[in-house]
């Protein structure tokens, strides 16, 4: 059974930092490109971050570019999501996805081109 699960998630205080992890079970990803996406209360779940199966490019929604750093671990399976300077608009469930096939050019910003999903875990910040 394939699953992504994310943790790290929790309560900290605005300007404060996570670190969010995204372990792979039931099947290697170390050749596919994977995302992370966060949904806010109310709203649609939208791009944070991506990094391409190969680990040397990244891409970052503009929101939060500067403070966000997506990285990989082959050997452990894993993603990371080092969120730095945190506000309370980033409040939301954060999602990690594995792309639909490994060894893809480009890092895709879009949901659709995601085919594997974890379950989120929760970051609130409070100001």
């Known amino acids: 059974q394939v699953q992504l699960v994310e943790s790290g998630g929790g309560l900290v205080q605005a300007g404060g930092s996570l670190r969010l992890s995204c372990a792979a079970s039931?099947?290697?990803?170390?050749?596919?490109?994977m995302g992370w996406f966060l949904q806010a209360p109310g709203k649609e779940r939208e791009f944070a971050a991506a990094?391409?199966?190969?680990?040397?490019?990244?891409r970052y929604a503009d929101s939060v570019k500067g403070r966000f750093t997506v990285s990989r671990d082959k050997a452990k399976n894993t993603v990371y999501l080092q969120m730095n300077s945190l506000l309370p608009e980033d409040t939301a469930v954060y999602y990690c996805?594995?792309?639909?096939?490994?060894?893809?050019?480009?890092?895709?910003?879009?949901?659709?081109?995601?085919?594997?999903w974890g379950r989120g875990t929760q970051v609130t910040v409070s100001s």
């Open positions: 996805a594995a792309d639909r096939s490994p060894y893809t050019s480009g890092i895709s910003n879009s949901r659709s081109n995601y085919y594997y």
């Open positions: 990094i391409s199966w190969g680990g040397s490019s990244t």
């Open positions: 039931g099947r290697t990803f170390s050749n596919y490109a």
